[in-house]
C-alpha cells in the first residue's frame, strides 16, 4: 500500500507498507482494513480521501473519520480528471515499489546461496550445508559454564531450535572438556529422535555442518566427541576469531578467506550468535548465583521468596535501597522477614 500526503495541491510526503496475508483477500476488504488500521493511529485526519478501490461499508467508515476529525471526511475513488491521474501515479509507484522489493528479496536469497556454495566448495563439504550449528562455550575459570547451539537454515537464524547447556560433569577450566560434553548431549538427544522421521524438533534434524567457535584444540575435541557418539559422519570445521582461520579434519593447514568473502561473512555470523547467545545464558546464571549467595544466609529466605524478590528488585543493592514496607509488599513475603532483610543488608 503506497500513501501519499498531499496539502494545498502539494505533495509533502509518502509512506509505504508491506501487508501480509493479503492474498485471498479482495481489494475492497483490503483497502476497508488498512484505513481503519492506518487512520486509527494518525494524529491528522484528512477532509478527502482518494483511493484506488471502493471500501465496504463507505457511510460507516465515514462517520468514523469524521468522529475522529470532528469534521466532515469525504472518500472518494475518481474515475476521471486530475483526481484519477493521481491515482494512478500514486499505483505506478506503488508497483515499482513491490518489484523493487521482490528484487531485494531475490538478491539476498541469491546472496546466501552464494554464501553456502562458497562454504560448501572451500571446506569440502559432500554437500550444500543447508542447516549449520555452531556451538560455544561461556564460563569465567570454570565458574557457571554453559554451551550454547544456535541454528542458521538457508543462511538465516531459526531461533526457535537454538538451545543451551549448563554445563554438568566438567569442574575447573576446561573448555575442551565442556564442548565435548555439549556435543555428546546433543548427538544423545538426536539418537532418542531416530526413527522418527515426521519429528521437526531440534534434536532430531541433523546438520549439514557442526561449526566451533576456536581453533584446531576446539576442532579436535568435537571430533572425538562425535567420535564417540557415533557421528562423525557430520563434517565438522572451525574458525578461529584472531586471525579469522577455518580449520576442517585431515588438513594441517587452515583455511583464509578474504575478508570480503560471503562464506566467511555467513561463518562469522553463526560464530558471533552463539558467542551472544552462550554469554547471555551465562551472565544470567552468574546473576542468580551471586544473587543467591548473599541471601542464602538470610532465615525464612528460601527458593521461592529469592526468585520473588529478583523478579521485583533485579538486583541486591535495589533491594537494599528498598525500604521495609516495599520488601514486604513482594510477593510470599512478611514485615518480620523484610525487617530480618534490612538488618543483614
Known amino acids: ?185 546433543r548427538c544423545k538427544r538426536s539418537n532418542l529422535n531416530n526413527g522418527d522421521n515426521a519429528s521437526t524438533s531440534a534434536w532430531a534434524v541433523l546438520p549439514d555442518l557442526i561449526l566451533i567457535d576456536g581453533g584446531k584444540g576446539q576442532l579436535n575435541a568435537a571430533l572425538s566427541a562425535m567420535g564417540e557418539a557415533g557421528a562423525d559422519s557430520i563434517p565438522v570445521a572451525s574458525i578461529a576469531k584472531e586471525n579469522e582461520e577455518v580449520f576442517i579434519p585431515q588438513q594441517a593447514e587452515s583455511i583464509i578467506l578474504p575478508g570480503s568473502s560471503p562464506g566467511l561473512q555467513l561463518l562469522q555470523r553463526l560464530r558471533d550468535e552463539a558467542h551472544r547467545f552462550a554469554l547471555g545464558y551465562h551472565q544470567r546464571i552468574r546473576h542468580r548465583e551471586s544473587f543467591g549467595s548473599v541471601l542464602d544466609d538470610i532465615p525464612g529466605i528460601g527458593s521461592k521468596r529469592k526468585r520473588a524478590l529478583l523478579k521485583q528488585f533485579g538486583s541486591v543493592k535495589a533491594i537494599r535501597e528498598a525500604s521495609t514496607e516495599e520488601l514486604a509488599a513482594a510477593r510470599g513475603m512478611s514485615q518480620s522477614v523484610a525487617k530480618k532483610i534490612k538488618e543483614l543488608l
Open 1 to 185: 500500500v503506497q500513501v501519499f500526503f498531499i496539502r494545498g495541491g502539494k505533495l509533502i510526503g509518502r509512506e509505504s507498507f508491506v501487508l501480509q496475508g493479503t492474498s485471498s483477500e479482495e481489494p475492497e476488504q483490503i483497502m476497508s482494513s488498512f484505513i481503519k488500521q492506518f487512520y486509527g493511529s494518525a494524529p491528522y485526519i484528512p477532509p478527502l480521501l482518494l483511493l484506488q478501490h471502493p471500501v465496504e461499508d463507505k457511510t460507516v467508515i465515514e462517520s468514523w473519520l469524521q468522529s475522529r476529525k470532528g469534521s466532515r471526511v469525504h472518500i472518494q475513488v475518481p474515475h476521471r480528471g486530475n483526481k484519477k491521474r493521481l491515482i494512478n501515479i500514486v499505483a505506478e509507484n506503488a508497483e515499482q515499489g513491490l518489484q523493487q522489493l521482490k528484487l531485494k528479496q531475490q538478491s539476498t536469497s541469491s546472496a546466501l546461496t552464494a554464501a553456502l556454495s562458497e562454504i560448501e566448495k572451500e571446506l569440502h563439504l559432500p554437500r550444500l550445508p543447508e542447516r549449520i550449528e555452531c556451538y560455544d562455550i561461556s564460563n569465567i575459570q570454570g565458574k557457571a559454564a554453559v554451551g550454547s547451539m544456535v541454528v542458521f537454515e538457508q543462511g538465516k537464524p531459526k531461533s526457535s531450535h537454538y538451545r543451551r547447556f549448563r554445563i554438568k560433569t566438567v569442574t575447573g577450566a576446561d573448555d575442551y572438556a565442556m564442548l565435548q560434553e555439549v556435543l555428546r548431549r
